[in-house]
């Protein structure tokens, strides 16, 4: 079948995507619809199960817990990542929760049948109890789940026959592996337990359509929202943003009020997130105070960000840091936040970043996690953080930004119930990530081979706030 002719509206998808601008509502509260995604999704899919940085050393031990099943993640002798069902294969206990160092191997806490880091089993208490049949070496192995690397992170799949990590991932990384993520450590993590659909949750942060109304203190005294109107459909670089945002596309400027300007987005955003724009850049950035610009508009925002990337590249020079090439990165375009489907997103800029990813809890409930990454010096980093108790999205804790992004979700999510409320009705050319993943999904959901589905996530994964796309269905 040619991948082109493929037609979802003929195959048994609950609530399908027949629009790319228009997604149904009852995808994101629909029992049904969430019992799909639940047998035809995420059985199938790569998610990020943890940061390499939680298991560095052999005998480190991480579990990731999606829906009904559990993965254990373990560092081995041999310096290897593997991952396992986390469940003794005598009568099922959970062998561990959390993090921490098995060194010697898991031992079941209930019999005390015991594993090695290579899952092999190495010990069962009084063998002769049990029938041959029930003893055999094969069958008492804990049971292995795929698992591959990527960016820093470990990516775990149930489905044996799906596809390498990297076929799925290769047009994020495309725009990750010149920002060198691997290098990026966890910093810190919180997380949100948010009444909201995880696919709501998602579609929140493929688009910067909102920016000017949720978050108006991005934006400089007097900057207008048909400035940023006109600019956030092509615009990538939050430098090229915020200047333009700015200078209201002005020929001249005032070099002195540019830099200011500059300053406070990065502070606003770094103070708002507590973090993304990490406080070390925005102490460099304020060290360029005095710097000589021109006073052409073109000409202000080069030589804002060559000084910027000097400045910063130099001080992780200094530091023994290594550092992506931020002026190719930029003249790539390949800044911007980045899309790992089905529900992990990748946020590197100038030295450091973040992470957000997202997992269902039920229908209406989601939990959505947070992280900040930065980079060390060799031997400097501090051990990576613990897993955090989940917050309420009203909580006084949470910073400014994703306390003004968690108030409107709730709010969605109830709205989306409103009698007449049909569909959301998207923008193509600024939302349109939405409606292609949303199509994925339904790829998944129609029970398509995997070579149609790759075809299809590789023009999904990537820069996000893009185009209605292609996707072959």
């Not at 020929?251 to 993304?276: N, T």
Request: glycine share 8%.
């Amino acid at each position: 079948m040619n991948r082109r002719t493929l037609n979802l509206r003929a195959l048994p998808v609950p609530h399908p995507m027949t629009r790319a601008d228009r997604v149904p509502a009852q995808r994101y509260y629909d029992s049904e619809f969430y019992a799909a995604e639940n047998e035809l999704l995420w059985p199938r899919v790569w998610q990020m199960a943890c940061f390499l940085a939680e298991i560095p050393h052999p005998g480190d031990y991480i579990t990731y817990n999606i829906l009904d099943k559990a993965v254990v993640v373990v560092r081995g002798d041999d310096g290897s990542v593997r991952a396992f069902h986390n469940a003794c294969r005598h009568r099922g206990v959970e062998l561990v929760r959390g993090r921490g160092n098995l060194r010697s191997g898991f031992i079941c806490p209930f019999h005390g049948w015991c594993y090695g880091l290579d899952g092999v089993n190495t010990f069962v208490y009084q063998p002769d109890l049990f029938e041959e049949s029930n003893r055999r070496p094969e069958d008492l192995n804990l049971v292995p789940c795929r698992v591959e690397t990527w960016g820093g992170s470990a990516f775990i799949n149930f489905d044996p026959n799906a596809r390498p990590l990297h076929d799925c991932l290769k047009t994020a990384a495309r725009y990750c592996d010149p920002m060198k993520v691997e290098g990026l450590w966890p910093e810190w993590w919180l997380s949100c337990r948010l009444p909201t659909n995880w696919k709501l949750a998602m579609d929140a942060f493929m688009e910067g359509y909102h920016v000017m109304q949720t978050h108006p203190q991005l934006f400089p005294s007097g900057a207008s929202r048909q400035v940023y109107r006109d600019v956030s459909e092509s615009v990538a670089s939050m430098e090229r943003l915020s200047a333009q945002l700015a200078v209201g596309h002005v020929k001249k400027v005032d070099p002195r009020m540019f830099v200011d300007q500059q300053l406070h987005m990065m502070r606003s955003v770094s103070v708002g997130m507590a973090g993304l724009i990490h406080e070390k850049d925005v102490r460099i950035a304020e060290g360029l105070r005095n710097i000589e610009l021109p006073d052409d508009f073109g000409g202000a925002i080069a030589g804002w960000t060559r000084a910027l990337h000097d400045a910063i590249l130099t001080w992780n020079s200094n530091q023994g840091i290594d550092m992506p090439d931020l002026h190719a990165v930029d003249a790539q375009g390949l800044t911007g936040i980045t899309f790992c489907f089905p529900n992990y997103f990748l946020l590197p800029y100038l030295s450091s970043g973040a992470a957000y990813r997202v997992r269902p809890l039920g229908p209406e409930e989601c939990l959505f996690e947070i992280w900040s990454l930065t980079r060390y010096p060799p031997g400097e980093a501090p051990p990576a953080p613990l897993e955090p108790e989940p917050m309420l999205a009203d909580d006084p804790r949470w910073s400014l930004i994703p306390s003004q992004d968690f108030s409107n979700l709730p709010s969605q999510q109830r709205g989306l119930h409103a009698d007449g409320f049909e569909y959301m009705r998207l923008s193509d050319r600024i939302e349109g990530m939405i409606g292609n993943y949303q199509r994925l999904i339904d790829g998944y959901l129609a029970g398509l081979p995997h070579e149609h589905l790759v075809a299809a996530m590789q023009q999904v994964c990537g820069h996000t706030e893009c185009e209605s796309r292609d996707i072959g269905f």
